[in-house]
């Protein structure tokens, strides 16, 4: 069985500051991981994603992510936070073969001016 | 393409009436999948379909809700009756099947809600 827990329900950094968002999967098979973003009243949208190879991926708006095996984690981080990086994080995890994309309980970013 | 296309973008109903969603997915996409968000529960598998047939429906809450693909550009889900716990914002998303178009992972592409509030 696979599940993801992410670790926080809301990171609030200043602008300009770091963003590190935690999230750690559960998966008896080798994962695809995943971040979607979701900004107010809207549908998700896929940030980055982990499929095989390097494990440091990079995404949309500046966001990359790395892949620990050993950790079994799956950190979101950007180097400098933007008032536009408001919104909820989802960490998801799927596998090959796999059709089913199971997400995370969301992590809410607030950056302050 | 316009992406995942859903309505009615708000719906405002009484406990026991009949609500109907609505999706089209992106053309050319042959899995499509229902989710639910609430703040209790977060994101919700209802269930999926491959190539307009149902795969796994076991995220359906119980016997009201029902879903349908008739075709590969549309896809309904009903509740029937509606009650109060009901209320949530429900997303429909698509995906190529993996290996195909996307690196050999599911990626979804989601539509931009159908908020529900049952009274």
């Known amino acids: 069985a696979q599940s993801v827990t992410q670790l926080g329900s809301h990171v609030s950094v200043s602008e300009g500051a770091l963003v590190l968002l935690r999230c750690n999967y559960s998966?008896?098979?080798?994962?695809?991981l995943f971040w979607y973003v979701q900004y107010p009243n809207q549908g998700l949208q896929l940030l980055l994603k982990?499929?095989?190879?390097?494990?440091l991926v990079k995404g949309i708006n500046g966001f990359e992510a790395e892949f620990k095996k050993s950790e079994t984690s799956f950190h979101l981080t950007k180097p400098s936070a933007h008032m536009s990086d408001a919104a909820e994080y989802f960490c998801?995890?799927?596998?090959?073969?796999?059709?089913?994309?199971?997400f995370g309980a969301g992590t809410r970013l607030f950056v302050k001016a | 393409d316009a992406g995942v296309i859903q309505s009615p973008r708000h719906e405002v109903t009484e406990m026991g009436q009949e609500v109907t969603l609505r999706c089209k997915p992106i053309?050319?996409?042959?899995?499509l999948f229902w989710y639910r968000q609430t703040m209790m529960r977060g994101l919700e598998l209802l269930i999926y379909?491959?190539?307009?047939?149902?795969?796994?429906d076991s995220g359906m809450p119980e016997d009201r809700f029902s879903a349908k693909m008739p075709n590969a550009s549309f896809s309904t889900l009903k509740i029937q009756p509606s009650e109060p716990r009901d209320s949530a914002v429900y997303f429909c998303?698509?995906?190529?099947?993996?290996?195909?178009?996307?690196?050999?992972?599911?990626?979804?592409?989601f539509g931009a809600g159908s908020r529900l509030t049952v009274l």
């Open positions: 998966s008896s098979v080798p994962p695809y």
């Open positions: 998303a698509s995906s190529l099947m993996m290996g195909r178009g996307t690196s050999g992972a599911n990626v979804l592409t």
């Open positions: 998801a995890v799927s596998y090959t073969g796999g059709f089913k994309t199971i």
């Open positions: 379909f491959n190539n307009n047939v149902p795969i796994d």
């Open positions: 053309s050319g996409h042959d899995y």
């Open positions: 982990y499929t095989t190879g390097a494990t």
